[in-house]
């Protein structure tokens, strides 16, 4: 037989031998499935597209460069301003479409309550992108 049997002689030895049929049957089963996928998956419909050509306008956000130095003095692009006319640059520059970049740059000196005051007023006025701007390590030196 082919999974083993009943012996005559009384002794109940397993097989040494692999059925390969089980395996052989699946192998075809499948490999008749892939024949009958295989065509489905190439086939496309013929479309001639329409060509065109343009290039994408795209603008690049303005930057604006806010500083302030060690004695809390602001500079809107490297031109002097009041502390009071600070929120309404930061308003007219959250108005403009596309809203432009704001890169903070602080001298090593400012203290953090000046910085995150400059920041939460930026968030106040609508400032979405709010940059720093350090210098790298061996430029200090």
């Known amino acids: 037989m082919a999974f083993g049997g009943f012996d005559d002689k009384g002794t109940n030895q397993p097989m040494s031998e692999i059925n390969t049929t089980p395996l052989v049957d699946v192998m075809l089963v499948l490999l008749i499935i892939f024949m009958i996928t295989a065509p489905l998956l190439t086939h496309a419909v013929k479309i001639d597209l329409p060509t065109a050509s343009s290039n ?23 031109a002097a301003i009041a502390a009071d006319a600070l929120p309404e640059h930061l308003a007219a520059a959250a108005a403009t479409d596309p ?7 602080a001298d ?6 000046a910085l995150a005051t400059l920041m939460s ?14 210098l790298p390590d061996h430029a200090e030196r």
Do not use: C, H, M
């Not at 795209?58 to 604006?64: K, M, Q």
């Not at 930026?122 to 701007?133: D, E, P, Q």
């Open 56 to 78: 994408p306008a795209v603008t690049p956000p303005e930057t604006i460069t806010l500083s302030i130095d060690a004695k809390g003095q602001l500079f809107w692009n490297d």
């Open 99 to 105: 809203q432009p970049e704001l890169q903070l740059r």
């Open 108 to 113: 090593r000196d400012t203290r953090y309550q």
């Open 121 to 134: 007023e930026a968030r106040k006025a609508g400032i979405t992108r709010l940059g720093f701007v350090t």
